[in-house]
C-alpha cells in the first residue's frame, strides 16, 4: 500500500511538471493560473488533458508508464507476497492466544487460562487471617520464628498453654477453641458459656410459625411461646392482630397465596405435589436437588441450582448468554451463573 500511494503521488509531480510546461508559459506572477486546480488527478479519468485523445488518456492513467522491473513502485498489488506468513504456536498450551490472532483451545466452566494452561479458578480469602491457608494454596502470611500459626489463623507463641478452666466455649488463649455450642446457641463472651441465641436474625415483629411454636421480634429479642393444642390453639395469622399468633382454628386465616404446596399456617396444608417432585420451602412443587448445591452446575450451556430444596434449571443459551463459572456472585464465594 506504501508503494503503491508513493507512486500516485509521483505521477501527480509529473503532471504538474507537465501543467508548467504549457502554452502560456510557467510565469510566476500575480496574474498567473494557479496550475494546480487545473492539472487533474491522476487517479481521476474524468480531468481534463488537452492533446491526448480518450484512448491515450486512459492509458495514462491506468497505465503510468512505470518500468515493469522497477522494485520502488509495485502497482501490480504484490507487495504483501514477501511477508511471511504466521505460524500458530500452540505447542504446550492449552488455551490462550496462538501469536496470530486466534486460540490455542478454551478452558471448562471454573478453569481460568494462566500462561498457557487451565487452572481451577480461584480467589484467596484471607478476611481476618494473620496466617494459614489462603484457600488456593497460598499463605496469607508468615508467623515469626519462635511463633506458630493457631487454629484462628492468629499467630501464637510456641509453648503456649491452653486456658480452658471452667470455659464451655471460646478461645483457649494460644489460637485453639475450649469447644463450640450446639445449633441454636451462642457462646457468651462474658462467661464463655453456651446460652440460648435471642437474636431475631430474619424474624421479624410480624412473627412466623415453626409447626406449633410461635416466633416474634421484640426489641430485638427473639420472643419464643408454644400454642397449646389442648386449649385449642394454633399457630397462625391472625386477621385482627395482622400478626402471627396463637389463635382458635375458626380465627385462623390460611397462608397459601402463591403457593401450591407446604403448611398453610393454620394446621392444614396448601396441596400437594405429584409424584417425584417436593415441596420447596416456598410452597413451590418442584424436582428434588440431588448433589445440586446452590453453587449449581453446568450441564452444557443449561445452569441447574438448588434453590429452596427443589432443583431449578434454566437455558442459558436460550437467552443468548452461556453457563459460566461467576466469581463475583454469592457474596463473592462465587457460584455458575448465565453471563
Avoid at 481521476?44 to 522497477?70: H, L, M, N, S
Avoid at 511471511?84 to 486460540?103: K, L, Q
Avoid at 463472651?189 to 410480624?206: G, I, L, M, N, S
Avoid at 390460611?254 to 403457593?259: E, V
Amino acid at each position: 500500500m506504501v508503494k503503491r500511494t508513493s507512486g500516485i503521488a509521483w505521477a501527480g509531480v509529473v503532471l504538474v511538471l507537465a501543467g508548467c510546461g504549457s502554452e502560456g508559459g510557467g510565469g510566476g506572477g500575480p496574474d498567473a493560473p494557479d496550475v494546480r486546480r487545473d492539472v487533474p488527478d491522476a487517479r481521476d479519468p474524468g480531468g481534463p488533458d488537452p492533446g491526448r485523445d480518450d484512448a491515450a488518456r486512459d492509458q495514462a492513467v491506468t497505465d503510468p508508464g512505470f518500468p515493469e522491473d522497477d522494485a520502488g513502485f509495485d502497482m501490480a498489488g504484490d507487495g504483501g507476497a514477501d511477508l511471511e506468513a504466521c505460524v500458530p504456536r500452540c505447542e504446550g498450551r492449552e488455551c490462550g492466544d496462538d501469536g496470530c490472532g486466534g486460540i490455542c483451545g478454551y478452558c471448562p466452566y471454573g478453569f481460568l487460562c494462566k500462561v498457557g494452561l487451565c487452572v481451577e479458578y480461584c480467589v484467596p480469602d484471607c478476611t481476618g487471617k494473620a496466617c494459614g491457608d489462603d484457600g488456593c494454596g497460598g499463605l496469607c502470611g508468615d508467623c515469626e520464628e519462635n511463633e506458630f500459626c493457631g487454629e484462628d489463623f492468629t499467630c501464637i507463641l510456641k509453648g503456649c498453654e491452653p486456658a480452658c478452666g471452667g470455659k464451655a466455649c471460646g478461645p483457649d488463649g494460644c489460637g485453639g477453641s475450649c469447644g463450640s455450642c450446639e445449633e441454636g446457641q451462642v457462646c457468651d463472651p462474658q462467661t464463655w458459656q453456651c446460652a440460648k441465641d435471642t437474636a431475631c436474625h430474619e424474624v421479624t415483629a410480624e412473627g412466623r410459625c415453626v409447626g406449633s411454636l410461635l416466633q416474634w421480634c421484640e426489641g430485638g429479642v427473639l420472643r419464643e411461646e408454644v400454642c397449646d393444642a389442648a386449649a385449642g390453639l394454633v399457630c397462625g395469622f391472625s386477621v385482627v392482630a395482622k400478626k402471627y399468633d396463637c389463635i382458635p382454628p375458626e380465627q385462623c386465616q390460611p397462608q397459601c397465596a402463591g403457593k401450591e404446596c407446604g403448611p398453610d399456617q393454620c394446621g392444614g396444608q396448601c396441596g400437594d405435589c405429584g409424584e417425584g417432585l417436593v415441596c420447596s420451602a416456598g410452597g413451590t412443587c418442584g424436582p428434588p436437588c440431588g448433589e445440586v448445591t446452590d453453587t449449581g452446575a453446568c450441564q452444557g450451556d443449561t445452569l441447574a441450582f438448588c434453590h429452596q430444596g427443589i432443583l431449578i434449571t434454566y437455558d442459558c443459551a436460550a437467552h443468548g448468554l452461556r453457563c459460566q463459572w461467576d466469581p463475583t456472585g454469592n457474596s463473592g464465594k462465587g457460584w455458575y451463573d448465565c453471563l
